[in-house]
Nanobody
Framework: QVQLVESGGGLVQHGGSLRLSCAAS????????MGWFRQAPGKEREFVAF????????YYADSVKGRITISRDNARNTVYLQMNTLKPEDTAVYYC???????????????WGQGTQVTVSS
């Protein structure tokens, strides 16, 4: 059973930084795509970024390009989301998810973590 556990969320000021982590266990991840999504209150879940576990190829939503970096640590089976120059509109619950293909659609991801709250104060 694949398990994804996010951590690293919290309260940060406008312009600050946070690094989120997603620890994966219970499966073989060599051909998996790991994605980050976020969901703000009253809004739909939104794609943020994904990374292919085998090639490290990445893809970002336009809204976060240049401010957010996704990376992975094979030895730790962990994916990271480094977020810089945070804005109040980045406030959301952030989820990591696993898929067999690179996609920006939440419906293409099979496994999900429980989410971690990120709040950016103005």
């Amino acid at each position: 059973q694949v398990q994804l556990v996010e951590s690293g969320g919290g309260l940060v000021q406008h312009g600050g930084s946070l690094r989120l982590s997603c620890a994966a266990s219970g499966g073989t991840f060599s051909s998996v795509v790991m994605g980050w999504f976020r969901q703000a209150p009253g809004k739909e879940r939104e794609f943020v970024a994904f990374i292919r576990w085998d090639t490290s190829r990445t893809y970002y939503a336009d809204s976060v390009k240049g401010r957010i970096t996704i990376s992975r640590d094979n030895a730790r089976n962990t994916v990271y989301l480094q977020m810089n120059t945070l804005k109040p509109e980045d406030t959301a619950v952030y989820y990591c998810a696993a898929s067999s293909r690179g996609s920006t659609l939440a419906t293409h991801y099979t496994y999900w973590g429980q989410g971690t709250q990120v709040t950016v104060s103005s």
